[in-house]
């Protein structure tokens, strides 16, 4: 804990790190190599601002570390970014936040984390008027969903105009319904 608290105490100070550090940093997060983001943030204190843009071939917005775990799933880096003091709520280039990227179905772990540290209310649109529950509908990200309705997500913010219950219908997945009827969802609005 004190080499975090000395990370942090760090940037304060202005500080550059090279092209080389930065990729070292991302590349880290994303096989969730803690103890090598650990040794990065301690030599370059300043990669806690740097942002990834992807790779030619496949772009991407501009990511922050934290983006770029919950994208990734690199939910022990995720942690260690958060402790470093990174902000939770930043956004992208696109305007979405870690928690916007984790509502995926491989990413459940990171999202469950980021939402428990949520600081807005759960009903809460992006800049883009989603709400999370409405992205982790588009993503199938039944864990997510599940989640964000036991926490008292309203269906009312729904582009589509379905529900969970209706997607998990409309999918054919028994399981997912059987766990929303449980919770008490509507399959109506209304």
């Given at each position: 804990?004190?080499?975090?608290?000395?990370?942090?105490?760090?940037?304060?100070?202005?500080?550059?790190?090279?092209?080389?550090?930065?990729?070292?940093?991302?590349?880290?997060?994303?096989?969730?190599?803690?103890?090598?983001?650990?040794?990065?943030?301690?030599?370059?204190?300043?990669?806690?601002?740097?942002?990834?843009?992807?790779?030619?071939?496949?772009?991407?917005p501009d990511f922050n570390g934290l983006h770029?775990?919950?994208?990734?799933?690199?939910?022990?880096?995720?942690?260690?970014?958060?402790?470093?003091?990174?902000?939770?709520?930043?956004?992208?280039?696109?305007?979405?936040?870690?928690?916007?990227?984790?509502?995926?179905?491989?990413?459940?772990?990171?999202?469950?984390?980021?939402?428990?540290?949520?600081?807005?209310?759960?009903?809460?649109?992006?800049?883009?008027?989603?709400?999370?529950?409405?992205?982790?509908?588009d993503n199938k990200a039944t864990s997510a969903?599940?989640?964000?309705?036991?926490?008292?997500?309203?269906?009312?913010?729904?582009?589509?105009?379905?529900?969970?219950?209706?997607?998990?219908?409309?999918?054919?997945?028994?399981?997912?319904?059987?766990?929303?009827f449980v919770l008490g969802v509507n399959q109506?609005?209304?």
């Amino acid at each position: 804990m004190k080499r975090l608290g000395n990370i942090f105490n760090r940037l304060k100070q202005p500080a550059v790190f090279t092209p080389a550090q930065q990729e070292s940093y991302f590349k880290a997060i994303s096989t969730d190599d803690v103890t090598r983001v650990q040794e990065l943030l301690a030599d370059a204190p300043s990669l806690l601002g740097a942002t990834y843009s992807g790779t030619a071939s496949t772009p991407s917005p501009d990511f922050n570390g934290l983006h770029y775990a919950a994208s990734t799933g690199s939910i022990q880096c995720l942690k260690l970014l958060h402790k470093s003091g990174i902000d939770l709520e930043a956004l992208d280039s696109d305007g979405y936040r870690a928690i916007d990227w984790a509502a995926t179905p491989d990413n459940y772990p990171c999202f469950s984390y980021l939402l428990e540290h949520n600081t807005r209310p759960i009903d809460a649109v992006n800049v883009k008027g989603e709400s999370l529950l409405a992205l982790a509908m588009d993503n199938k990200a039944t864990s997510a969903i599940l989640q964000l309705v036991q926490k008292g997500a309203s269906e009312e913010n729904l582009p589509d105009g379905t529900t969970p219950l209706m997607q998990a219908a409309r999918r054919g997945d028994r399981p997912f319904a059987e766990a929303l009827f449980v919770l008490g969802v509507n399959q109506r609005k209304g």
